[in-house]
C-alpha cells in the first residue's frame, strides 16, 4: 500500500537558517504530494501541494519539488522564522476522479525556530 | 467565511459512556473524513464518507461509528467498545469530483477519560 517517511524531529533551527525536512514516499501509479502544517492547539493547514512530477510548490517562503525519480517531496524554506514553529506533515493521496481523496500521512516533523 | 467547524474543542468522557463529536461544514464538499491524531504518530483514518448516507471503515474503525445524514454534517460517535479513546480527533472535507484534491482541516476536539 501507499506510505509517507519523514524524517524524525524534533528540528531545531535559528532564525534565519535554511530548513529541509525530508519526505519520500512509496505509491503506485502516479499520486499527488502535500505538505501541511499544524500550529500547537489547531487543525492541519495545506501548505503546498503538487500533482505532477517536476512541480514545485510554494507558499509563505517554503517549496517543495516532486521529484518522481527519487520518490521524494523534500520540503525546504531559505531563512526561518520563530513563527514557523509547528509541525509539518507530508502526505500523498492517489485517488482517481469521482472518488473520494483518501490521503496517507508522514508521522509529521516537530521544528522549533529559536532566536 | 467557509470553513470546517468542529465542536467541543474539548470533550471528556466516563467509562462506558459513549459520546459524539460534530463536525459541519459550508463548504460545499462533498466526501468528509474523521482522523485519529495520537504523539508521535500522524494521523490514522477512521472513517470516510463520499456522498450522503454512504460512509466507508477506515484503518481504525474499531469502536467508532459515523453518520451522513445530511451534506454539511459527519458525525463521529466514539463507543464504550473503544477501550482507549483518549486522542486529539480531526474532522476534515474534500471534493470527489476533481483528482486529488487537498482536505480541509477542522480544529480538533481534544477527548479525554475522567
Same mark, same amino acid.
Given at each position: 500500500?501507499?506510505?509517507?517517511?519523514?524524517?524524525?524531529?524534533?528540528?531545531?533551527?535559528? &532564525? &534565519?537558517?535554511?530548513?529541509?525536512? +525530508?519526505?519520500?514516499?512509496?505509491?503506485? %501509479?502516479?499520486?499527488?504530494? @502535500?505538505?501541511?502544517?499544524?500550529?500547537?492547539? &489547531? %487543525?492541519?493547514?495545506?501548505?503546498?501541494?503538487?500533482?505532477?512530477?517536476?512541480?514545485?510548490?510554494? +507558499?509563505? %517562503? @517554503?517549496?517543495?519539488?516532486?521529484?518522481?525519480?527519487?520518490?521524494?517531496?523534500?520540503?525546504?524554506?531559505?531563512?526561518?522564522?520563530?513563527?514557523?514553529?509547528?509541525?509539518? @506533515?507530508?502526505?500523498?493521496?492517489?485517488?482517481?476522479? =469521482?472518488?473520494?481523496?483518501?490521503?496517507?500521512? =508522514?508521522? %509529521?516533523?516537530?521544528?522549533?525556530?529559536?532566536? | 467565511?467557509?470553513?470546517?467547524?468542529?465542536? #467541543?474543542?474539548?470533550?471528556?468522557?466516563?467509562?462506558?459512556?459513549?459520546?459524539?463529536?460534530?463536525?459541519?461544514?459550508?463548504?460545499?464538499?462533498? $466526501?468528509?473524513?474523521?482522523?485519529?491524531?495520537?504523539?508521535?504518530?500522524?494521523? *490514522?483514518?477512521?472513517?470516510?464518507?463520499?456522498?450522503?448516507?454512504?460512509?466507508?471503515?477506515?484503518?481504525?474503525?474499531?469502536?467508532?461509528?459515523?453518520?451522513?445524514?445530511?451534506?454539511?454534517?459527519? #458525525?463521529?460517535?466514539?463507543?464504550?467498545?473503544?477501550?482507549? #479513546?483518549?486522542?486529539?480527533?480531526?474532522? $476534515?472535507?474534500?471534493? *470527489?469530483?476533481?483528482?486529488?484534491?487537498?482536505?480541509?482541516?477542522?480544529?480538533?476536539? *481534544?477527548?479525554?477519560?475522567?
Amino acid at each position: 500500500g501507499d506510505s509517507v517517511t519523514q524524517m524524525e524531529g524534533p528540528v531545531t533551527l535559528s &532564525e &534565519e537558517a535554511f530548513l529541509t525536512i +525530508n519526505c519520500t514516499y512509496t505509491a503506485t %501509479g502516479y499520486p499527488s504530494l @502535500f505538505w501541511y502544517v499544524q500550529y500547537p492547539g &489547531e %487543525g492541519l493547514q495545506l501548505l503546498l501541494k503538487a500533482t505532477k512530477a517536476d512541480d514545485k510548490g510554494s +507558499n509563505k %517562503g @517554503f517549496e517543495a519539488t516532486y521529484r518522481k525519480e527519487t520518490t521524494s517531496f523534500h520540503l525546504e524554506k531559505g531563512s526561518v522564522q520563530v513563527s514557523d514553529s509547528a509541525v509539518y @506533515f507530508c502526505a500523498l493521496s492517489g485517488g482517481h476522479t =469521482g472518488t473520494a481523496s483518501k490521503l496517507t500521512f =508522514g508521522t %509529521g516533523t516537530r521544528l522549533q525556530v529559536t532566536l | 467565511d467557509g470553513g470546517i467547524t468542529q465542536s #467541543p474543542k474539548y470533550l471528556f468522557r466516563k467509562e462506558g459512556q459513549n459520546v459524539t463529536l460534530s463536525c459541519e461544514q459550508n463548504l460545499n464538499h462533498d $466526501a468528509m473524513y474523521w482522523y485519529r491524531q495520537d504523539p508521535g504518530q500522524g494521523l *490514522r483514518l477512521i472513517y470516510y464518507s463520499q456522498i450522503v448516507n454512504d460512509f466507508q471503515k477506515g484503518d481504525i474503525a474499531e469502536g467508532y461509528s459515523v453518520s451522513r445524514e445530511k451534506k454539511e454534517s459527519f #458525525p463521529l460517535t466514539v463507543t464504550s467498545a473503544q477501550k482507549n #479513546p483518549t486522542a486529539f480527533y480531526l474532522c $476534515a472535507s474534500s471534493f *470527489r469530483d476533481r483528482v486529488n484534491q487537498p482536505q480541509h482541516f477542522g480544529d480538533g476536539t *481534544r477527548l479525554s477519560i475522567l
